[in-house]
């Protein structure tokens, strides 16, 4: 079957720009989560969704970083105003219920340039 | 904050050797989980492990979960050019609302 899928792959922006990234979950999954990894580093939480309830932002780094997911499957992860330090990978990563025994499928991830 | 350290960051080994990466933090998980990431990819899962003192096995993989869940290492016998990636371990936030990472470790395999 289809796993999570993000788009676009590889998006350069220049500084200053606005980007959006989008991520297709698995259907039917509950609970849908976006990381930011850096170069060399393990995925930081940004935030969570059960269905199109955010319940936790707290990963946020700021006010320049939005997500949705208004119908419970699609989501969007937004970034205003970007910046060099905005660049990393974002992955988002799909799961089945919120229990965290529970496998979390990740996407390949969208690499975000920021000259 | 829980936060989980891993060790080593590289590890540059001959095929056919064995390997040890350790996952350790201050504070109690009520499970953890490892990942393998390969470039380009997202992180897959490996294994969770949820009972202190576990010990599960995938193959060559032995996983062992610490007797009071605060830590975790992964074995690798007989290591292969296949196994190169970055391993992560990770666990619930304190609030079971997100996964916590570690940094990984990145091992590479030489043929």
């Known amino acids: 079957g289809a796993g999570v899928s993000q788009s676009p792959r590889y998006k350069v922006a220049k500084r200053g720009q606005d980007v959006a990234l989008r991520c297709d979950p698995i259907?039917?999954?509950?609970?849908l989560f976006w990381y930011q990894q850096a170069l060399g580093q393990g995925p930081e939480f940004l935030t969570y969704f059960q269905n199109e309830a955010q319940l936790d932002k707290s990963g946020l780094p700021s006010d320049r970083f939005f997500a949705e997911r208004p119908e419970g499957s699609v989501s969007t992860l937004k970034i205003q105003r970007t910046q060099q330090e905005d660049s990393a990978v974002y992955l988002c990563?799909?799961?089945?219920?919120?229990?965290?025994?529970?496998?979390?499928?990740f996407g390949p991830g969208t690499r975000l340039t920021v000259t | 904050t829980q936060l989980l350290e891993q060790s080593p960051q590289f590890l540059s080994i001959q095929e056919g050797e064995n390997l040890t990466v350790y996952c350790n933090s201050s504070?109690?998980?009520?499970?953890l989980q490892w990942y393998r990431q390969e470039p380009g990819e997202g992180p897959v899962l490996l294994v969770t492990?949820?009972?202190?003192?576990e010990v599960k096995k995938l193959k060559r993989l032995t996983f062992q979960f610490g007797d009071a869940r605060k830590d975790s290492s992964l074995h690798i016998t007989a290591a292969q050019p296949g196994d190169t990636g970055l391993y992560l371990c990770?666990?619930?936030?304190?609030?079971?609302?997100?996964?916590?990472f570690g940094a990984g470790t990145i091992l590479r395999v030489k043929s």
């Open positions: 990563a799909s799961s089945l219920t919120r229990d965290f025994r529970y496998e979390q499928y």
């Open positions: 990770a666990g619930p936030g304190e609030y079971g609302n997100k996964l916590v």
């Open positions: 504070s109690v998980f009520s499970s």
């Open positions: 492990v949820v009972t202190g003192g």
């Open positions: 259907s039917g999954h509950v609970s």
